[in-house]
């Protein structure tokens, strides 16, 4: 399952890589070739507020195969592309499937794992949500300097095949709930969350475009969407498709709050990153990925010590000190300083993301039932896609608009100053964590009696 879910997050960094040679095999412009990524990310919004549903009314690991299924053959469909317009459906194809492979593999583990092992589970389970966006610029650039483009799409089908090999051989069968126990999709809640989060997705991503009238219709359409679910959801005598009752939990929502910053952060960084290296520095693609290799270091070995101690501390202390470790991460970047400082300092934040992103996830579980592990997923997922457009749409406005009145140098070290203040957010947002998880209820056996001797 974490296989699978590395796929669908190398998915989107591997191929922003290839924009611009796809504009010239397609002799398109930026502008078109951009659907190819954008048109994905539509299509996981869409997709993955259906995986709480999915989950429970046709099990997990079918879903989950039929998921990556869907993945692997819209990768093979796109590799085939002979114009834009074909390329962007079969990515969206791709995106239907992909979307579900994160949620559900979250849920699955969250609800198996239990709440006294949920941290070290997820924290281990964590590490492609770093590696995938670290690996894919170099796979990308590597893969563009040898082999023609088809190979950004093709590359995934064998490591997608085996997933699936994997799946059926070693993935244990879980029972959907049938009959009248079984789950009713809200079909309201279909109409109005999933169009409403890709209106909002689409707003986010094309912001750095500059605020236009199509760009602010769909905010705004997106706003009105998610205002009309949330009336819906609240009076619905169903099941919701997200159930927004979770948010009464104070812990809940204070988790989801600092994993939309860690999500802000952690995407903003593997766009910000690379640009710098390239436009200031004058590195290319490949060896701007390689330059980001520190940063997914410092991840895979927080990721899992942070889950192993979220088990015995909680939470709250580990997000602190995850986002402490960002600001002193990134000064060198936002004064400008270079050398083995800077290395240095990715490999702190991505070790203080690392701690942060496996505690909070650990938290969001511990403060839900494990009946609503499925639908609790919907919503983490979610929030941390927001999070992540909002943070690299963020970091390249402020690029954007800094670049026209002062330096390139000086638009970086701003954009930088963004993250070091986003880390202190961390910090103290943290302070409403849980402090540490709720001990387990001891199931006391009664003593059974002893017969006496004849």
Not at 8 to 28: C, Y
Not at 34 to 58: E, H, M, N
Not at 226 to 251: K, V
């Amino acid at each position: 399952m974490t296989l699978g879910a590395f796929l669908a997050l190398l998915d989107t960094t591997i191929t922003g890589v290839g924009i611009h040679t796809l504009v010239d095999e397609f002799d398109s412009t930026l502008a078109a070739i951009q659907w190819v990524s954008t048109g994905y990310l539509l299509a996981v919004a869409v997709s993955a507020p259906l995986s709480g549903w999915v989950i429970d009314r046709f099990g997990a690991r079918r879903m989950w195969l039929a998921g990556l299924t869907v993945f692997v053959l819209g990768s093979v469909a796109s590799s085939l592309a002979w114009d834009v317009p074909s390329l962007i459906v079969t990515r969206m194809i791709t995106g239907l499937g992909g979307g579900m492979l994160e949620p559900i593999m979250l849920a699955t583990l969250a609800r198996s794992a239990g709440q006294e092992r949920v941290g070290r589970v997820l924290g281990l389970a964590a590490i492609p949500m770093t590696m995938g966006p670290v690996v894919g610029p170099v796979v990308g650039g590597l893969l563009l300097e040898t082999l023609p483009w088809q190979w950004v799409f093709l590359i995934k089908v064998p490591l997608g095949a085996l997933a699936i090999v994997l799946a059926v051989r070693l993935m244990p069968t879980d029972t959907p709930v049938v009959g009248q126990e079984a789950p009713r999709l809200d079909v309201l809640g279909v109409i109005l969350l999933p169009p409403g989060f890709a209106a909002l997705m689409y707003a986010l991503t094309q912001a750095v475009e500059g605020f236009t009238t199509p760009v602010m219709l769909s905010a705004a359409l997106g706003l009105v969407l998610f205002a009309g679910y949330a009336a819906h959801a609240l009076r619905t005598r169903h099941e919701p498709l997200i159930d927004l009752r979770l948010f009464s939990s104070g812990g809940f929502s204070a988790s989801v709050a600092v994993l939309f910053l860690v999500g802000a952060v952690m995407f903003g960084t593997t766009v910000l990153l690379p640009l710098y290296f390239q436009r200031l520095d004058g590195q290319g693609v490949m060896m701007a990925g390689l330059l980001l290799a520190p940063f997914g270091l410092g991840a895979l070995v927080g990721q899992p010590l942070s889950g192993r101690l979220s088990d015995r501390i909680g939470a709250r202390p580990l997000v602190g000190a995850g986002g402490l470790l960002v600001v002193p991460g990134y000064l060198p970047y936002a004064l400008g300083i270079e050398g083995a400082l800077a290395v240095a300092g990715l490999i702190v934040v991505g070790f203080g993301l690392g701690i942060a992103a496996a505690a909070t996830m650990g938290a969001v579980y511990r403060t839900v039932p494990s009946t609503a592990t499925s639908r609790a997923t919907g919503v983490l997922f979610i929030v941390h896609q927001i999070g992540g457009a909002l943070g690299i749409a963020l970091l390249t406005l402020v690029l954007q608009t800094r670049e026209e009145s002062v330096p390139l140098g000086s638009a970086f070290h701003s954009a930088f100053w963004w993250l070091v203040g986003a880390g202190l957010v961390i910090a103290i947002a943290s302070r409403v964590l849980p402090t540490r998880p709720a001990p387990a209820p001891e199931e006391k056996a009664e003593a059974a009696p002893v017969p006496e001797q004849a």
